[in-house]
């Protein structure tokens, strides 16, 4: 029997071709079938023609199959992909605005209060998913892309008993911070003062960094989905531990650079991992309009406008890979998610190293509970996705996880089971809302702005 692979979310323009293109370049996997699935007929069908292109002149011998209906695309998966978003700039736009009416300024994404609207409308969708995985596909892995990923791999364990994992690139982020910090080190030419840390030659100079230092160094790091934090900086050449140089240079940086990311470094002992925007969904040291902290730590909500900007475009390009008028040979070194590897080494039995998998803590972080969705290094092969020892965090930081990761939990229960009441609950938990009724002013709005994309509540 060939290998079965199916990928939900197929038809974005993004996540499906990048998925699809890499697992069509892995030798491990020629000769698998290949089921693509979208709610969306026409974008489907241009990655689907894309991928047929793909597989034919790349010779990668699969089998691929497209389909609107995910039932029959199901049925026997050795794995389900799923990544999926609900109008997703509108509605993480809105969650970001409702925040403001109450007095509170966040990212608005995958932590703080409009996490738990971001949760209730990706639950919305994916549940039924993990209920169709359950009947059709019980034994599949199931690989997560869907945001919030901590919620979403609680939801598929605890109420669909799947073998569900999250995959999350935001350790390249590390690597940026890392890189531009030992610029001198590895030799990359970037600017030591700069002003606007989000102007494009800023930014064209940290990608270098982190490219060399992706070369370079080996970070390992445990916590949580985008809120993990550097347990252990080393060079891969010389096993040489880089975190005294970090702490000299860090004194260094120009003020623009990451400010709230380096004052958690020297206040709680670890170098935060995701960078200024994500580290502040999960505290509550910016989320104030009166102290101004935004302006302090140069924070800005993400822009939207650019994130849309070109999409028309890109289909256009998409449409001509799918009639033939245009090269797809970029598509050999496009970005990959890494779904090809993990599924790949598992197939293989490669014994492979993943640098971020989001599962259970059975033991890989001691001070953190056991069952919690934590985010790892894993060993990957055929006996499964393992995530590796990292001892305990400190303690500070420790606590700042346990409290986020008893939100998580909490959340994911009062939205499957539209628990109104507990919902209020996990809200009074969470740093950022600091009195009761706000609290329950936060829940109610959020259902209120998100009717018919949200489960019903009690």
């Keep these: 029997m060939p290998l079965t692979i199916c990928l939900i979310g197929a038809g974005s323009r993004i996540f499906g071709l990048s998925a699809l293109s890499s697992l069509l370049r892995t030798p491990e996997l020629r000769g698998s079938e290949i089921r693509l699935v979208d709610v969306r007929a026409d974008e489907l069908g241009v ?17 691929i199959r497209h389909s609107t209906d995910r039932a029959p695309m199901l049925a026997g998966s050795d794995f389900v992909v799923i990544s999926v978003a609900i109008d997703r700039w509108t509605r993480w736009k809105l969650d970001h605005e409702i925040g403001l009416r109450h007095g509170v300024m966040h990212y608005a994404e995958n932590g703080g209060p409009a996490s738990f609207a971001h949760a209730a409308r990706s639950l919305q969708v994916v549940m039924p998913i993990f209920n169709d995985i359950a009947e059709a596909a019980p034994d599949a892995y199931v690989l997560n892309f869907t945001n919030p990923v901590l919620r979403v791999v609680l939801a598929a364990r605890r109420y669909a008993d799947l073998e569900a ?112 925007m994500h580290l502040s969904e999960y505290l509550p040291y910016t989320h104030n309009p009166t102290r101004n902290a935004w ?136 740093p950022m809302v600091d009195d009761l009724d706000l609290a329950a002013r936060l829940v109610d709005d959020y259902i209120e702005a998100n009717k018919g994309y949200f489960p019903d509540f009690e």
């Design 47 to 63: 990655i689907a023609h894309v991928g047929e292109r793909i597989n034919r002149e790349w010779d990668a011998g699969c089998v």
């Design 165 to 276: 994992f999250g995959i999350c690139h935001q350790i390249n982020y590390g690597y940026k911070i890392v890189g531009y910090l030992l610029r001198h080190r590895l030799g990359v030419e970037a600017p030591n003062q700069f002003g606007d840390p989000h102007a494009p030659e800023v930014q064209k100079a940290i990608t270098a960094c982190r490219n060399k230092a992706l070369e370079r160094i080996d970070i390992k790091a445990a916590g949580l989905n985008h809120f993990t934090w550097m347990t252990a900086v080393t060079d891969k050449e010389t096993g040489e531990d880089l975190y005294p140089l970090l702490l000299r240079e860090i004194a260094q940086a120009p003020a623009a650079f990451e400010p709230l990311t380096r004052r958690c470094f020297e206040i709680f002992g670890l170098l935060p991992v995701p960078g200024d």
């Design 295 to 430: 302006a302090r730590y140069n924070m800005r909500m993400y822009d939207f406008e650019r994130a849309t900007a070109g999409t028309e475009d890109a289909w256009k390009r998409l449409r001509a890979m799918a009639d033939g008028t245009e090269s797809i040979d970029r598509l050999r070194e496009a970005h990959s998610e890494r779904v090809e590897a993990v599924i790949a080494a598992i197939v293989a039995n490669r014994n492979a190293y993943e640098q971020a998998v989001n599962l259970p803590n059975e033991g890989a972080i001691a001070n953190l509970p056991e069952g919690a969705i934590v985010e790892t290094p894993a060993v990957v092969s055929s006996g499964g996705i393992h995530g590796l020892s990292m001892g305990g965090l400190p303690e500070g930081v420790a606590e700042l996880c346990r409290r986020e990761a008893l939100i998580a939990g909490m959340t994911v229960d009062a939205i499957v089971q539209g628990d109104r009441l507990m919902a209020i609950e996990a809200m009074a938990l969470q």
